[in-house]
Structure formats: C-alpha cells, structure tokens
C-alpha cells in the first residue's frame, strides 16, 4: 500500500513520533538530577528547531552536543529561574496570609509578575539553543521575543500549549501515562518551535550569531 512508502505521509510521521519519543526520552532522563534541567531543556529545542526545519541527523548525538555546548549557561539560567519562582512563591504564601487591601493589591501586581516570568521563561531555552549571547542578553532576548509574540498570540499559544500533557494527564489519568512518559516534554516543545520558529528567522534577519552547527564544530 502507498501508506507503507517510505517517503508517504503515514511513514513521516511515523518518523517524527519516533523522533519526538527519542528526544522525549533523553530530556526526561536528563531532567531527573533536576539541576541538569536547564540544559536537557536547551538541548531538547536544539533537537526540536533542527526536526522543525528537517536538518534533523543523529538525534542523540546533537542532543549531547547542544547539551555539553549549552550546559554552564543553562545552568546557571536554570538556577535563576527557581530562586525567582521560589521568591514569588514564598511572596505569594506570606501577601495571602495578610489578608487586608493593601495586600490584595500586592497579589494582582505579584501574579502579574509571574505571567511576565512565565512568558519569558517559554523562550529562554529555545533562545539559549539557537544563539550565542551572555546570560543577561539570553534574558532579553527571551523577553522581546515574548513580547513580540503576543502580537500574533504566539506566545499566549505556546504558555497553553505547556499544560495539555497535564489536563490529559489529570483527565485520563492512567490511560494516557505511556504517552505522557513518551512526549510529555518533546510534544508541546515541537509545538511550540512549530510556532515561534519565524520569530527566530526574523532575529537571525537581524545578523544574530547562531549556534556552530555539527559541521561547523568539527572543521
């Protein structure tokens, strides 16, 4: 049958599954000390951008690659981002025990904080994956590029996006746990890199330096 061709539709996407599952995998496994976290994630949209665009190769090996290239720097992003979601946490328990005016206004100006956060959290990694900057400039990146993408709703798109493995998650319970295990991470993350990936070309436009590729790499 035609379906069974293997430049058919029905095997492509076969292959990206597979794919997805493969990444999936190694992202999990590298998240699990928690402090690698940071650079499973970065290496993870390395891996996605490349599937996105079709430059895909050995997966895990430019998984690996993106991981060691990217691992002091998303490390340290990483820690950033617990201490400020710790602070904001801890900001939160202590304004919601107060109870009066002053600190009702406290939580709207605190929650409006943590979207801000959150935003810029969805593009720090991806951007960390694609360029070559300081931390500082990752940062700022990752917030023009959240703020540019609320424009198109991108951005707005990508942090729902984030939470459907979860809602499966709560509303099948069991049922969907393989194909949680299998594409918890990689499933929204290629959602995502599907959708922001032209706010990166209109960057990369700009003259950004992008990451050495593979090839790039070893001459």
Known sequence: ????????????????????????????????????????????FYVLMKIANEEEGDIPQQFFSAFKAN???????????????AVMFVDWRITRMQGDQFSGIMLILLYGA????????????????????????????????????ITGFRTILCGLINFVPLILLY?????????????????????????????FRNYEAGGQEKQPSEEEETE
């Open 1 to 44: 049958m035609d379906i069974f061709k293997p430049d058919s539709k029905f095997m492509n996407a076969l292959g990206l599954l597979a794919n997805l599952m493969i990444v999936n995998i190694l992202t999990l496994l590298l998240c699990l000390p928690v402090i690698t976290a940071g650079a499973s994630l970065t290496a993870m």
């Open 71 to 85: 691992f002091k720097q998303a490390t340290i992003i990483w820690i950033i981002m617990i201490v400020v979601y």
């Open 114 to 149: 943590i979207i801000v956060i959150y935003l810029i959290s969805l593009y720090v990694f991806p951007v960390l994956s694609r360029y070559k900057n300081t931390i500082g400039g990752t940062f700022k990146t990752a917030f023009a590029m959240a703020v540019y993408g």
């Open 171 to 199: 509303l099948l319970g069991y049922a969907v746990v393989p194909v949680f295990l299998a594409f918890c991470f990689s499933g929204p993350g290629y959602a995502r890199t599907l959708i922001y990936r032209n706010l």
